[in-house]
C-alpha cells in the first residue's frame, strides 16, 4: 500500500566548530534511537558567545524518519 | 487533580488519494505507539508530483494525546 | 463612490465528514446573521480523534462580507 | 556532478468542486510551461461565497520544477 | 568532545489555577519519562471557559533535555 | 447533526494587576454580549509603563462561543 | 475599577486613490456601528489593477473599541 | 470549465517620491511581460537612506495573472 | 509639533518566581538608562529547568521610550 | 578589509498626517544620535483614532546604520 | 528616472558538501536565464539524510535581478 | 538576588567568504561596545550578488548581554 507515514522529532546540535557540524551532529545522535531517517529541517541557529567570540553554533533541526 | 497534561507529536502522513487520506492515516499509524489521542492540528500540506500530476498529498499533523 | 468596506469575522466549521463540509457549514452559518457576504480565508485546520481515529474535522475561516 | 537545483513558482488553482481540484488545476497548468515538476506546497487556501455558500474553491501552491 | 545534543518535545499542561502551574505541571510531568531537561519555550498559551469564567489554564511547552 | 459552529472575537483585557486578571476580565465582560462561550486562545501580550514600572498588563485573546 | 476592556473587529477598507484613504475609509464605515474606538493595526495591505495599472488599494485593518 | 489559474509574481517597486508611485511602478513595469494582471499583494516595505534622511521607497508586491 | 518618536530595546527579565516578576524586572533595569519609557510588548517565554522542575521564568520584552 | 557591520535600532515614528511623514519623522530623529544610516524596513503600522477618525499614524521601523 | 524595479525568484540548490555551495550553486544556475541579479535572501534551510547522515545540503533562496 | 537581566541588539554581519565569518564579524563589533554577550540567534541570511555569483554573505544576530 502506498500511505506511508513519518514521525518527525525535533533535535538541537551544539558544535564549536560549525553549524554544519552540529546539524550533522544532531542528525547522528538522533540516529541511534530512530531509524529510518529521511530528511530533515533548520528550524533554527543560535549560537553561544564566550570571552567576546561566537564559541558554539546551536542548530534546530526537525528530522523525518520513516515508520513502518 | 485537575492537571491534566498532553504530549504532542508530529507525524507526516502521505496518500495517493487525498489529505484527508493522508490525514487518517497518521493518525492511525501513530495510534499504534501512544494512546489517548485527542486532537490534531494541520501543520503543513505538501505534496509530490510524477508525469506532471499531483501523485502524493503529504500532511503533516501535530497529534495531541494525554499522560496518565 | 467606490470606497467599498468590508468586514470580516472569524468562525469555526465542524464536521464528522470532511474540511470541505466543515467550511461550507461555517459560512452557512455565518449568512444567518450577515449579509453580503464575498470571500473566505481559511486560518487553521484542525480535528478531534476519537478510539484512535480522526472523528471531526474542524475549519476555521475568515469570512468578508459587504458593510452597506 | 550532483549539484541539482530546482525553480519555484507560485499558482494559484481555483475550482467550483473542491482544494484537491484547485491544486490538481494549478499542477497541471503550470505542467503547460515548465518541466520536471517534483513537488508542490500549499502557501493559501482561500475561497469565494456567492449567495451565501462557498462556490469557489481557491489554493495557492508553490511549486518546484527542476533545472536543467 | 564538545559536540552536546539535545532533543525537544511539545507537552500541554493544564491548570484549573494559573499558566504559571500549567506550565510547571507540565514540565514535572515530562520529567517522569525523560532526564536532563534543561530549558523550555512557551509555545502557545489557550484555556477553556466554564459558565462565563475562563475555567482552565492551558500551556504549550517545548522542553529540551540532553541526549547521553 | 453534528455540525457545530464557533464564532470567534477578539477582546483586549486590560488590569493592574497581572495577565491572568486581564483575561479573567476580558473573558467576563465577552460574556455580557455574547453566549456559549467554550474557549480562547492568547493572541498577544503587551502593557503600559508608568512612572518607571510596569502600570497596566494587556492581554489580547481570541474567544470562542458556539452558535445555536 | 481599572480593569478596561476592548474589542476588536476586522475591516477592509478600499479605496481607488491611496491605501490612506482606504484605513480612512474602513474607520470610518466601523464608526457608523462601533463608539469608543481608540486605536487601529495594519494587518494587511492588498490591490486590484486593471488595464495593467494599480486601481484600487485595500487595507484589512484591526480596530479596537472601548467596551463600557 | 471554471477552472480558473493564476501566476503570482514577485516584484520589487522602488521610488524616490513614495511607497505608492512604487507599488505602481512595480505593477506597470510588470505588465510590459506578463498580461491578466489581476491582483496585488504588498510583502514587504523598505527604504534607502541618504544624507539622513528615506530617500527611496521600496515595495515588494507579489502580482498575480491569469494564466490563459 | 506632533510627531512624536519613540525607541525600542529588547530586554530580556529572569526572575525564579513569575513571568510577572520577569517583566517587573526587565523594566525596572532598563529604566536605570532610558527615560521615558510608555509601554512594552511581550516577545517570548521561556525558562529554565533545574532537578527537573521549571527553576526560572524568562521574559523577552520590547520596551518603547519617547524620544525628545 | 571587507567586512562591513551594521546596527539595527527599532523606532516609532508618528505623524498626524501620513505614515510617510512618520516614516520620515522617525528616520530624521534616529539620525541625532546614530550616523551612517544605510536602510530602513517597516515592521509594524499602526494608528490612533480619534472621535471616530485616524488621527495619528504610526509606523515601526528598523534603521540600519553602519558601524566604523 | 529613479523608479527601479527588480524581480524576484526562488530557487533550491542542492549540494553534497555545505549550505553555501548549494547557495552559490542556486545563483550561478539562476544567471543562466536572468541577467542584473542583485541580491539573495535565504527562505529555508532544508537536507536529506542517508544511511543515517545529512547526505545533502538544501538551500531556498530567493534571487532579485534588475528588470530594464 | 536572582533577577538577572540581558539586553538585546541587533547587528548584521557581512563577510565575503562565509555566513559563518559574517556572525563571528558581527559578534566581535558588538562586543567593542557591549560586555557581558551572552548568547546570539541568527534573524536573517542575505547576501550580495555580483557578476552573477554571491559575492558577500550577510547575516543579522539578535546578541544578548548581560546587565550588570
Not at 4 to 22: H, L, M, N, T
Not at 31 to 58: N, P, T, Y
Amino acid at each position: 500500500m502506498n500511505e506511508k507515514v513519518f514521525k518527525k522529532i525535533r533535535v538541537v546540535g551544539c558544535s564549536p566548530e560549525s553549524y554544519q557540524k552540529a546539524v550533522e551532529s544532531a542528525v547522528v545522535k538522533a540516529g541511534a534511537s530512530v531509524h529510518g531517517m529521511a530528511w530533515f529541517e533548520v528550524v533554527e541557529l543560535r549560537g553561544a558567545i564566550q570571552d567576546g567570540k561566537a564559541s558554539e553554533w546551536q542548530a534546530t533541526v526537525e528530522i523525518a524518519f520513516k515508520v513502518e
